[in-house]
């Protein structure tokens, strides 16, 4: 299996008798989720997703960013929390964090739609340029704020650039098959649609052309990415200990029951970022609800040992820590030997940067059990296309699991809604007269 779990480290925190009772929990979630008999049942169909992508639709998505990458300098991606994540932890992951800056035959790719800062837009607006650029944008409902505002923006650049109809062709919707204003604007003008499928939410979309398309476009292997996570979903079947999935899914909910609230996700690679931000979007929509629900955070190691490393260590004791353990590097570096040794690390002449990450990792593991941290290690073997597929639907499936483990619907988000209204009403939306005048009479105060 491409993918393994370490317990090891929570054994002085969880029972092996305690992890089985769970697994009883896990088991009926399993029964749950793959019976299509939970709440939140018409979402699930990322379930058995990596073997039911409409070829059709993934040749075209091919096509797409084949045509994006022959005329497009840049790629402007709209989009917000699942509409944007996934896309942009894959780039990162496989690509860089500095894909931008890098000498390639893809285009840059910058993502907007994420947030209602006019500073941040407008500093893309300069880093773009005069440069031929394409638009995705992405949005299931079609109607969310941040990048409908986002969209307006672009569109009207490309066709001061363009003109409308060529515009037409530079843009690409990502949206429901049938509703919402995003469908309705592409069947008007005539934009390149691709669908996002009914059963499938915004957090589980990231193997739908959600992320697909922006993905391809970066030159990331997309069939191996599906591979990846279609043979996962073959192989994380089976209800057992011994399948990773159950055995993580186990494990947190064992903690959290000891406590232990927050789940600190952790990669040694600076890479692993955005994976985090889109595993925190994840996790936090489909378990943090009726007053429950394990806290995602993350850090970035080894830079955060020098920050968070202190709390993890040594604050209240209400943490655990995800280990995500890239077993082969890339690429090599070796630390150069330096016969004056005045900083005193030729100890370390000749060593590999990666043998000395791992020895930091396996260190501060120690330390942090030591200090009441319990840690769970995900080993993968390496940062590419086919195990990242696979770490993908990993967590997807924990998490599907985990909700209904929990006792949550792990598919819906009522909670977003709260900001909207208020949000909706101080800007003056027509309909929400009434509760602007209570909110700006409060905010009097
Ligand atoms: O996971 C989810 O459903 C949400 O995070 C959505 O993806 C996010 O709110 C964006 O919604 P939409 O794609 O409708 O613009």
Known sequence: MTLSVDLKNIASFVSEEELNSMMKEVTAANETLRGGTGEGNDFIGWLDLPSNIDPDELSRVKKAAKKIISDSQVLIVV???????GARAVIEFIKSPNYNLKKKNTPDIFFVGNNLSGEY???IIVLLGDRDFSVNVISKSGTTTEPAIAFRIFKGLLENKYGEKEAAKRIFTTTDKKKGALKKLADAKGYESFVIPDNVGGRYSVLTPVGLLPIACAGIDIDRLILGANNAMEELKPVSLNNPVCAYVAARNALYRKNKYIEILACYEPSFRFMAEWWKQLYGESEGKDGKGIFPASVELTADLHSMGQYIQDGERILFETIVNILNPNSVLRVPNDPANIDGLNFLSEAELDYINKQASRGTVLAHVDGGVPNIII?????????LGYLIYFFELACGLSGYTLGVNPFNQPGVEAYKKNMF?????????NEKAKLEERLKQ
């Open 379 to 387: 080993n993968i073997d390496k940062a590419d296309e086919y195990n």
């Open 79 to 85: 989009g917000i929390g699942g509409s944007y994540l």
């Open 425 to 433: 009403a101080l800007l003056g939306k027509p309909g929400y007269e």
């Open 121 to 123: 837009i407008n500093e």
